[in-house]
Nanobody
């Protein structure tokens, strides 16, 4: 069992920055590939970024590439999403997810085994 708790969401003006955190507990964090997804009202959940268990591999959706950075600190059992140059279209609930024992990075929601409760990010124009 893995518990994931996101934090760091909030209201920010366009062009601003936020840093999301996802704290994990339960099974060995360093064995999990991690990802961030988001869901805007009336839209399907979409992939944002992913990171391998070691942090050596990352992957981003085209819509956030160059603006968002995913990272992890296995000593702190935490994965981060640094979001810069935020746009109103980034407004969504952001979820972190864990893919247990998987190698590499993963883009599909069905590849993830555990999900956090989500944190709201609102970007005003």
């Amino acid at each position: 069992q893995v518990q994931l708790v996101e934090s760091g969401g909030g209201l920010v003006q366009a062009g601003g920055s936020l840093r999301l955190s996802c704290a994990a507990s339960g099974r060995t964090f360093s064995n999990h590939a991690m990802g961030w997804f988001r869901q805007a009202p009336g839209k399907e959940r979409e992939f944002v970024a992913a990171i391998s268990w070691s942090g050596g591999s990352t992957y981003y959706a085209d819509s956030v590439k160059g603006r968002f950075t995913i990272s992890r600190d296995n000593a702190k059992n935490t994965v981060y999403l640094q979001m810069n140059s935020l746009k109103p279209e980034d407004t969504a609930v952001y979820y972190c997810a864990a893919a247990l024992g998987r190698v590499g990075v993963h883009l599909a929601y069905y590849q993830y085994d555990y999900w956090g409760q989500g944190t709201q990010v609102t970007v005003s124009s």
